[in-house]
């Protein structure tokens, strides 16, 4: 039996529409080498994880000779030196004073831990989270979930939870324009308090680049208004930076673009560049709420994660990735744009850095989700040799999230690929 069969057979996939027809054997940098001799240029790099690029020797040592030294022993139990060292970087490269920080293994644990603390330090219980938001799958981050296609068959899920119109501004839930809305969106948090809920809101909680959900990029002023509007109810703004952190956007963490500092910030993916770890940093005011026995995880912290962690965001730093990212995402947006008058299909080009979303619909002025264009293109894209990602609340918008150490060769070929399966 191939590993297909096997997958077929004994790995739980029921959950997806289909398995990519590949077999990845190993990958370097940007490129996957399929177990048939095939390559292929990575262009979502495990669901935006692989930012300093696969197989990246820094982090690869650290997390070697980590490994050689101590795999585990609960990191909450005992004290561990890379363990406190990445804490204290953290506290370092994030916003304002973000300062304590607990460890766990994924996105969806960083957010259920950021909203036990919350809600501790608050002593409020209810959330506000966006429409088209996604957050994790546990019942708790499916609960702040702004998209049913993701909750079908799971409810009845956490109550007190409300939500709020996502900022997606090619698709206005308010029906208005950006330029003459006053930000509405923003402002509509304040109704959503008054009268979705019972005024007892802990935290709103919110993607600062919305990623599953088509790869949304809120407005320049629109953290800045919902922050004023939560300061007025004094509510916690916990950033969920899963996906968008770690240069991803062409800055260290995406609310970095909108001058706003978060409460609460959680971030997984691409901290450690494929080394399971989640984490959820706080004020000190904020993280000093936990009492004893209020929280804990036992994998949480793994000091090879943590290892492979200070590694790759020391890479980060001396490589300048997140301007490079910037600079790399100019490129390719700029290109994609002279791409568009020429495809017809082609709804929104957006993004930062090189977090990319192509929405396809079926012509302009209806805006209809061309759900299967988006599906062949994707398609044409792998028959060229790119693997890409497709998401958005429809099933329509193509992503584009490369490692960002892919070279601006590699980008040539993915925007010449890009060109030809439009066309295809
Ligand atoms: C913004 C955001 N938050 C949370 C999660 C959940 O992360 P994980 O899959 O590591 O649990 C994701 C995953 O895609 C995400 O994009």
Do not use: W
């Amino acid at each position: 039996m191939d590993t297909r069969e096997k997958y077929k057979k004994y790995v739980n996939t029921g959950f997806l529409p289909a398995v990519d027809p590949l077999v990845i054997d190993r990958a370097e940098g940007a490129t996957y080498f399929g177990n048939d001799g095939s390559t292929f240029i990575d262009c979502f790099a495990g669901i935006s994880v692989v930012n300093t690029g696969h197989a990246n020797e820094m982090v690869l040592a650290a997390a070697r000779q980590q490994m050689e030294r101590l795999v585990h022993c609960s990191s909450y139990l005992y004290h561990v030196e890379v363990v406190a060292d990445l804490a204290e970087k953290l506290a370092e490269i994030t916003p304002g004073d973000l300062q304590k920080t607990f460890f766990g293994n994924s996105g969806a644990e960083a957010i259920e831990g950021a909203v036990r603390l919350a809600k501790r330090f608050s002593e409020k219980n209810e959330a506000i989270a966006l429409t088209h938001s996604f957050h994790g799958r546990t019942y708790g981050t499916l609960s702040l979930t702004g998209n049913a296609t993701r909750k079908h068959g799971g409810g009845p899920y956490m109550p007190g939870v409300a939500f709020a119109p996502a900022p997606y501004c090619y698709r206005c839930p308010l029906g208005q324009e950006p330029d003459s809305c006053g930000m509405a969106c923003a402002r509509a948090i304040d109704d959503v308090i008054n009268f979705h809920t019972a005024d007892n809101v802990a935290f709103f909680v919110a993607e600062p680049l919305l990623g599953e959900g088509g790869i949304i990029v809120p407005p320049d002023d629109y953290f800045k208004v919902a922050k004023e509007v939560l300061d007025e109810h004094d509510v916690l703004f916990i950033a969920d930076e899963v996906q968008s952190g770690f240069c991803r956007t062409g800055k260290m963490f995406a609310i970095e673009h909108y001058g706003v500092e978060p409460d609460i910030m959680a971030m997984a993916k691409g901290i450690a560049n494929g080394f399971p770890l989640g984490a959820f940093i706080a004020r000190n005011d904020i993280a000093d709420a936990f009492q004893p026995g209020d929280h804990l995880t036992t994998f949480g912290g793994n000091p090879i994660s943590c290892a492979a962690a200070l590694a790759n965001i020391r890479f980060m730093e001396e490589a300048h990735l997140a301007e490079q990212t910037a600079a790399k995402g100019r490129r390719v947006t700029q290109a994609l744009g002279d791409i568009k008058p020429k495809n017809a299909t082609i709804g929104e080009i957006r993004g930062k850095g090189l977090m990319i979303g192509i929405e396809m619909v079926e012509d302009a002025q209806s805006k209809v989700p061309a759900v299967a264009d988006a599906k062949r293109i994707k398609a044409a894209m792998r028959d060229r040799g790119v693997v890409i990602g497709l998401g958005g609340v429809y099933g329509n918008v193509l992503r584009i999230q490369p490692p960002l150490t892919i070279s601006d060769g590699e980008l040539d070929t993915v925007l010449g690929a890009m060109r030809e399966a439009m066309q295809a």
